[in-house]
């Protein structure tokens, strides 16, 4: 049953472990109905290879989301932060991204090589960058949903709002984001026991 047209608003294509399977990769997806596919950034160091995928030949539209996920964040100092966020509005102003991110919170990871503050601050730039530039901010959060609504109120509306990828949150915790424009995507983990 092809349901299409879908829009696959996140996927890790430049992912290594992909590697040669791209291209079938992308032809399942068109014939399962997916028509465009959005490619979202992590990290400096992959924004190239990332942008080269985004404009290769592809039976499905491939859209690219610049950003600096908080789970690259404990592998790098905090002194690169200020650069990184450069690159990504430089990225930004080369090649008009379809969305912010993916950005977020993640108390989940290493809080000593990334405090929460540090993470909120990150993510400061990428809330403002996207109502700026009045882009879709596409976020991560884990075990931090309290602290990414005050980071959202702090930052005030986003014209065009965003989506929580991979919702883990409750259901009583979905409506302040549904509040603020968010859309919640549901993955692999939703089928977990327990979840």
């Known amino acids: 049953m092809q349901l299409g047209p879908l829009v ?17 990769i992308l032809e399942r997806a068109a014939g399962a109905g997916v028509m465009d596919v959005v490619l979202p950034g992590v990290w400096p160091d992959g924004f190239e290879g990332l942008l080269r995928l985004s404009l290769q030949p592809s039976p499905v539209r491939l859209h690219v989301a610049w950003g600096l996920h908080p789970q690259v964040l404990p592998d790098v100092p905090a002194g690169a932060d200020d650069v990184a966020m450069e690159e990504v509005r430089r990225m930004c102003e080369r090649h008009r991204p379809v969305g912010i991110g993916e950005c977020g919170l993640d108390y989940r990871v290493d809080t000593v090589a990334a405090p929460p503050e540090r993470q909120r601050r990150v993510l400061r730039f990428h809330l403002e960058l996207a109502r700026d530039l009045r882009l879709p901010v596409l976020l991560h ?48 983990p939703v089928t977990w026991t327990g979840a």
Do not use: N
């Open 8 to 24: 696959d608003t996140h996927c890790h294509l430049d992912s290594a472990r992909f590697g040669a399977d791209v291209p079938e």
């Open 141 to 188: 959060c884990l075990s931090a949903h309290d602290d990414l609504l005050v980071e959202l109120d702090r930052v005030g509306p986003l014209p065009a709002g965003g989506i929580m990828h991979s919702y883990s949150g409750s259901a009583e915790q979905a409506r302040p984001f549904l509040k603020r424009g968010l859309h919640l995507s549901f993955t692999g």
